[in-house]
C-alpha cells in the first residue's frame, strides 16, 4: 500500500518539467528507493493497544503518527527525527502537539534530535542480553548514546537522566 501511495506520487511530479532539480522529486525518489530496496524489518505489534485508554484517546492522525514511529525507529527503539519526512507519510503533523501528545512514551535525547521509545526493547526483546546474538546490535547502538549500560536500559520515565539526555517533562 504504501509502495502504491509512493508511486502515484511519483507520477505526479514526474509529469513536471525538470523533475531531477525539484526538491520534492529527490526526496521521493529517495524514499521510494529505501521502499523498493530496503531491508524489511519485522516488529512485534501489542494487539491489545486498542484497548489500552492512552491509545484510544489519541486522534487518528495521533495514531498514525505512532505507528510511523515505531516502523521508523532503528532496532534498538531510537528514531532520529525528521518531522518533515514523518508528514509525508502520515499528512499534516504539529510537531509541538506530537511532543506533548507522547511525552509519556518517548524520551527526547542529543538535543531533540533523537527519541528513545521507551518501552520499546521491553515489548520487542524482553530483557537484552549481550549472549543473544539478536541483542547485540541493538545493545551496542543504545551503549553507543549512552542509554545502556551493565545489563540495564539507564533511560524510563523515572530516571533523572544525567546521560546527556534530555527529558522534556523535567
Known amino acids: ?13 514526474v509529469k513536471k518539467k525538470d523533475v531531477a532539480n525539484d526538491e520534492n522529486y529527490v526526496n521521493l525518489k529517495r524514499m521510494l528507493d529505501d521502499v523498493k530496496g530496503g531491508e524489511m524489518s519485522k516488529r512485534f505489534t501489542d494487539t491489545t493497544k486498542w484497548k489500552k485508554i492512552w491509545f484510544r484517546k489519541l486522534k487518528p492522525e495521533h495514531k498514525v503518527f505512532w505507528f510511523y514511529l515505531l516502523d521508523q525507529c532503528c532496532h534498538a527503539g531510537i528514531w532520529e527525527v525528521d518531522f518533515e519526512q514523518a508528514e509525508f507519510f502520515c499528512g499534516k503533523l504539529v510537531e509541538s502537539e506530537i511532543r506533548e501528545v507522547f511525552r509519556k512514551q518517548i524520551l527526547e535525547f542529543d538535543n531533540g534530535k533523537r527519541w528513545f521509545i521507551q518501552d520499546f526493547i521491553d515489548f520487542q526483546y524482553g530483557q537484552l542480553n549481550d549472549k543473544v546474538n539478536a541483542h ?20 524510563n520515565s523515572s530516571s533523572t537522566l544525567d546521560f546527556g539526555v534530555k527529558d522534556k517533562n523535567k
Not at 553507543?144 to 549500560?149: L, S
Open 136 to 155: 547485540k546490535s541493538a545493545i551496542n547502538r543504545l551503549k553507543k548514546f549512552k542509554i545502556y549500560n551493565s545489563g540495564e536500559l539507564l533511560m
Open 1 to 13: 500500500e504504501e509502495q502504491c501511495e509512493i508511486h502515484t506520487k511519483h507520477r505526479k511530479l
